[in-house]
Structures are given as structure tokens and as C-alpha cells.
């Protein structure tokens, strides 16, 4: 957890090193909003790395949601449609709980498939969903995860490992003197909502951020993209 008042601070004494003619003109809100779209782009970058650099995994530990169970949608004779979840960012895994007369119940991970190798595996007996085999297949699709049984087991559940989206940080305690504001959103703002992200290190890179953000004055995607890169990955404390 990071606490909003130290990402104002941090932001401001940043800002004000590149920005001195332009740092009082920012208005608390306009701040606020700037640090959400840095954690923003900072989440969206980091989720799809967070099984192969512990680093990533460690910012956003406490955004992700283990065993979380999915709401079916519907069923068919092959396949079970299950709700995704709307404050998701990236699925980590998909497990499911599944039964067959006689045989007992298995809880087994989701393969996902794209079109072409989903088409193929459920055509080929040794790759489609199987209860003897211990294979379950699946594919994303607009209505949620779609779970293939075949005709094969029974599903019972399904459970969801994923990270979701972080609060939306707030500090209206610094708004003097009413200790409110009214959003981007048009809401009436009275309670802080600190970082969610760990303290170690995403304090620095969401500071560094939200100062680009905040200075940008290019329109050049390829280069805003390369600048969010460097910043995310580099360990200096100063990299604006």
C-alpha cells in the first residue's frame, strides 16, 4: 500500500525539478487524475509479465485474486459459458472442478486454445477434453470463458486466478478547506483511497509516470510507448 499523500508529494517535487513555470498550475484533481492513469499504464504493463520477472509479481501481489469462483452463463451438450470478471486485467489461470458417474470428481487447469489449435484439439481424440485423460480445453470468447466437456463429465465449478484493476487512488483530505472534490467522474470525493500497490518499488516508477504524463507534449505513439518502457523497467530513481 502506498499512501496517496506521498504520491501527490512525490509528484509534485518531480514535477516542479522539469516544470516550475507550469507545476502551480496544476489543480489537485487534475494530479489525482495523473497518478491514476500512471498506475493505470503501470498495471496494464506489468500484468502480462508477472509470471516471468518476480518483480512485476511483487508490485501487484495485492491485486491478484486467487481461486475466485466464475458464474455460469449457460450450457450447451459440449460446452459451459462462464462469466469473466469485470474488474479483471489479465487471467493468470483457469482450474475447474469436474464429476463423472462412476468415476469421482477431478479438479483439473483449463487449456486455452485459440481458434485454429481449439478446432483441432477437439476434433483429435487425444487432445480434446477428457475426463479419463485429465484434459480440459477452453477458449475466451464475448460472453466469458467457454469450458469444453464434450459430453464427456459433468462441470461443477470453475475457479479464476487473475489480476484485477487497483482502486482508484483518491485524496481529498488535501483539497482545503472542504476536504472534498468533485471528480473527472462527477462524484463527490470524501474519503483518501491510498495506492494498492506494493510499497517497494511502484511508488518510484508510478512518480516517473505520471511526470511524463504530465509533461508530454509529443503525439508520437512509438515514443510515448518507448519512454513507458524505459520507465518501467529501469531501477534509477530518476529516470525522466
Known sequence: MIKASKLIYDFDREYARFNTSHA???????????INKAQDILVRYAA???ETDSRYRNILIPIEEKGV??????????????????DSVRVLSNRVSIKKEGCGTKELDVTLLRTDAL???RNNPNWKSSFAWEQVIGDGGNEGLIVYHEGDFEI??????YIRKPQTIHIPS???????????NKETITKDADCELDKGYADVIITNLAVMIASSTTNDTNKYALKIKEIVESSQVSTI
Open 69 to 86: 469462483e466464475l458464474k455460469e452463463v449457460r450450457k450447451s451438450d459440449l460446452y459451459t459459458v462462464y462469466e469473466g470478471k469485470s
Open 156 to 161: 461443477l465449478k470453475v475457479y479464476q486466478d
Open 119 to 121: 478446432n483441432r484439439a
Open 174 to 184: 488535501l483539497s482545503k478547506p472542504s476536504g472534498t472534490y468533485v471528480d473527472w
Open 24 to 34: 502551480k498550475k496544476l489543480k489537485l484533481i487534475d494530479k489525482v487524475a495523473i
Open 48 to 50: 502480462p509479465l508477472v
